[in-house]
């Protein structure tokens, strides 16, 4: 790539918080027109480099330039001055209010002391337009698709005329559909001029879009790449430090008894509309099946209904010869149920608690880590501290709220208090969402580990290839039910597409096979 100029030069930026350091002495160095990747595993410093970037934190030490002259960025409003805007992981938008209201939020243009809401739409929406962002000025935040929130997010940075945009982990929320539509606007905002730094960990979609990339390991810089002359496994190895594998190591599945039987399983959704179908589905000791699908077909009222969250209408679910639909959920988890949680802040967590009390949720009120209603520290401690070092979760203290740890980090901290319960049955519900490449390979393994000490597992992801990858079966989920069952060396990912669509097996087999009956690849 030819040498353009730099717009952005962050040289030496340390970041303390008390003795630990986020960002250790990082350089970074941002062209004009390019989309600069930042790539690095959960917690290995890159959000809080761009937090310093964006105003919300201030360096310990360390200079930024921007276009060439040095700045103070105290704040958010002076990164905003300075043309820099952030597209946060997790959006900033008030539900009640219109795209509009939310976009001119603490930016309002007055007419006579009174806001001119009308101005403030046609110029939205010409913004909308000459970007390719598709999104309604008029209508209201809860309404809109998270696709169309995200959008209306790139929409608020450039109303206040960023022209150097920050995505945090953009597509973590995304279909694939909308992945498509936000690299195409991307790409439309580097056209004109525009700048970009894209945190992710997803490699693939480095290769797809940015022309350079800089690798953070443990809050250092390891080295800038062009991504045109390096491969994905190279961008791995360089991220982790070690050779990753992207396969899933693991021998055949020796199924055994039926652990988990559901059957004609009705479930209503927040709307008392029928999210869950007739479900039938089994999963036996020693098998992962996986459950594809586009978000919103039922998965996540299943999961509930299952777990004991949501109401069951009728049906049943029988875990190991017992019926435990409409059960609470301390009697399903005692039954042998392990539950990796797809919303880990919401139902996984609580983050204001210490990592040590997080690991003792399930069991906390049995011995040895309480009697007669009293904790015992000491053991709560121990057993603490020994899950944290065999499933690396990195954290300063055990003590320390599990707040404070990356999503990664988070996980394995769920990840070692369900497993280690050893239940018979345990649902991984998007195991990996948000987690970099080391952090999958581990936890695909440890999903492995348990299929193979005759575990059943049931994986729901929006992940295909997690998907393909994992499972020894996968079920389609379509509108609530399940639309066909597949092996997946018997199926490829336009299939498993068609069936997520709603084709029947038979449809999607005939379109993804050529006329000589081959399977097309």
Same mark, same amino acid.
């Given at each position: 790539?030819?040498?353009?100029?730099?717009?952005?030069?962050?040289?030496?930026?340390?970041?303390?918080?008390?003795?630990?350091?986020?960002?250790?002495?990082?350089?970074?160095?941002?062209?004009?027109?390019?989309?600069?990747?930042?790539?690095?595993?959960?917690?290995?410093?890159?959000?809080?480099?761009?937090?310093?970037?964006?105003?919300?934190?201030?360096?310990?030490?360390?200079?930024?330039?921007?276009?060439?002259?040095?700045?103070?960025?105290?704040?958010?409003?002076?990164?905003?001055?300075?043309?820099?805007?952030?597209?946060?992981?997790?959006?900033?938008?008030?539900?009640?209010?219109?795209?509009?209201?939310?976009?001119?939020?603490?930016?309002?243009?007055?007419?006579?002391?009174?806001?001119?809401?009308?101005?403030?739409?046609?110029?939205?929406?010409?913004?909308? &337009?000459?970007?390719?962002?598709?999104?309604?000025?008029?209508?209201?935040?809860?309404?809109?698709?998270?696709?169309?929130?995200?959008?209306?997010?790139?929409?608020?940075?450039?109303?206040?005329?960023?022209?150097?945009?920050?995505?945090?982990?953009?597509?973590?929320?995304?279909?694939?559909?909308?992945?498509?539509?936000?690299?195409?606007?991307?790409?439309?905002?580097?056209?004109?001029?525009?700048?970009?730094?894209?945190?992710?960990?997803?490699?693939?979609?480095?290769?797809?879009?940015?022309?350079?990339?800089?690798?953070?390991?443990?809050?250092?810089?390891?080295?800038?790449?062009?991504?045109?002359?390096?491969?994905?496994?190279?961008?791995a190895n360089m991220m982790v430090g070690r050779a990753v594998t992207f396969k899933v190591d693991k021998k055949p599945a020796t199924p055994k008894e039926t652990i988990l039987s559901i059957q004609d399983l009705v479930v209503k959704d927040n709307r008392k509309l029928d999210a869950v179908k007739g479900l039938n589905l089994? $999963?036996?000791?020693?098998?992962?099946?996986?459950?594809?699908?586009?978000?919103?077909?039922?998965?996540?009222?299943?999961?509930?209904?299952?777990?004991?969250?949501?109401?069951?209408?009728?049906?049943?679910?029988?875990?190991?010869?017992?019926?435990?639909?409409?059960?609470?959920?301390?009697?399903?988890?005692?039954?042998?149920?392990?539950?990796?949680?797809?919303?880990?802040?919401?139902?996984?967590?609580?983050?204001?608690?210490?990592?040590?009390?997080?690991?003792?949720?399930?069991?906390?009120?049995?011995?040895?880590?309480?009697?007669?209603?009293?904790?015992?520290?000491?053991?709560?401690?121990?057993?603490?501290?020994?899950?944290?070092?065999?499933?690396?979760?990195?954290?300063?203290?055990?003590?320390?709220?599990?707040?404070?740890?990356?999503?990664?980090?988070?996980?394995?901290?769920?990840?070692?208090?369900?497993?280690?319960?050893?239940?018979?049955?345990?649902?991984?519900?998007?195991?990996?969402?948000?987690? &970099?490449?080391?952090?999958?390979?581990?936890?695909?393994?440890?999903?492995?580990?348990?299929?193979?000490?005759?575990?059943?597992?049931?994986?729901?992801?929006?992940?295909?290839?997690?998907?393909?990858?994992?499972? &020894?079966?996968?079920? $389609?989920?379509?509108?609530?039910?399940?639309?066909?069952?597949?092996?997946?060396?018997?199926?490829?990912?336009?299939?498993?597409?068609?069936?997520?669509?709603?084709?029947?097996?038979?449809?999607?087999?005939?379109?993804?096979?050529?006329? &000589?009956?081959?399977?097309?690849?």
């Open positions: 790539m030819s040498q353009r100029e730099t717009v952005i030069e962050m040289r030496g930026i340390t970041k303390q918080f008390g003795d630990f350091k986020a960002n250790d002495n990082i350089n970074l160095s941002v062209q004009k027109g390019e989309i600069h990747a930042l790539l690095g595993e959960n917690g290995a410093g890159k959000s809080t480099l761009m937090n310093v970037l964006s105003g919300i934190l201030e360096p310990t030490s360390g200079e930024i330039y921007v276009n060439g002259k040095k700045a103070e960025i105290d704040s958010p409003n002076k990164a905003n001055q300075l043309g820099i805007g952030m597209v946060h992981q997790h959006f900033m938008l008030v539900d009640d209010f219109t795209v509009t209201e939310n976009i001119i939020l603490g930016s309002e243009k007055t007419k006579a002391g009174v806001i001119d809401a009308k101005a403030a739409r046609k110029e939205i929406q010409e913004l909308s &337009d000459r970007y390719g962002l598709m999104v309604d000025p008029s209508a209201r935040v809860e309404d809109i698709s998270v696709g169309m929130q995200q959008r209306a997010e790139i929409l608020k940075v450039l109303y206040r005329g960023a022209d150097i945009l920050i995505f945090d982990e953009p597509t973590a929320v995304l279909t694939p559909q909308e992945i498509d539509e936000l690299i195409n606007i991307m790409h439309s905002l580097t056209k004109e001029g525009k700048s970009i730094i894209l945190i992710t960990h997803k490699l693939d979609e480095i290769k797809r879009v940015a022309d350079r990339c800089t690798v953070i390991r443990r809050g250092k810089s390891i080295g800038t790449v062009n991504v045109e002359a390096t491969s994905q496994q190279e961008l089994e $999963v036996k000791a020693g098998e992962v099946v996986g459950i594809a699908g586009i978000d919103g077909n039922g998965q996540s009222e299943l999961i509930e209904a299952i777990s004991g969250l949501r109401p069951v209408e009728s049906g049943k679910i029988i875990l190991e010869g017992k019926e435990i639909q409409n059960k609470k959920p301390r009697e399903i988890t005692e039954s042998g149920f392990g539950h990796i949680p797809e919303d880990r802040h919401r139902v996984g967590l609580v983050l204001p608690m210490s990592v040590k009390e997080n690991i003792v949720l399930q069991t906390y009120y049995q011995e040895p880590f309480s009697k007669n209603g009293i904790l015992n520290d000491k053991a709560i401690e121990e057993y603490s501290a020994k899950l944290v070092e065999e499933f690396d979760v990195r954290t300063q203290s055990i003590a320390n709220p599990v707040a404070s740890l990356s999503g990664g980090n988070q996980q394995k901290a769920i990840i070692a208090r369900e497993v280690d319960r050893d239940p018979s049955f345990l649902i991984a519900a998007q195991p990996t969402r948000g987690l &970099d490449v080391g952090a999958i390979e581990y936890i695909h393994s440890r999903l492995v580990e348990q299929r193979d000490k005759g575990r059943a597992v049931l994986l729901v992801s929006f992940e295909l290839d997690e998907i393909m990858n994992v499972s &020894d079966r996968i079920a $389609v989920m379509y509108e609530g039910k399940i639309v066909g069952i597949v092996r997946p060396e018997e199926t490829n990912e336009e299939e498993l597409g068609l069936l997520m669509a709603g084709s029947s097996l038979e449809k999607a087999r005939a379109a993804t096979q050529s006329p &000589d009956g081959k399977e097309k690849r």
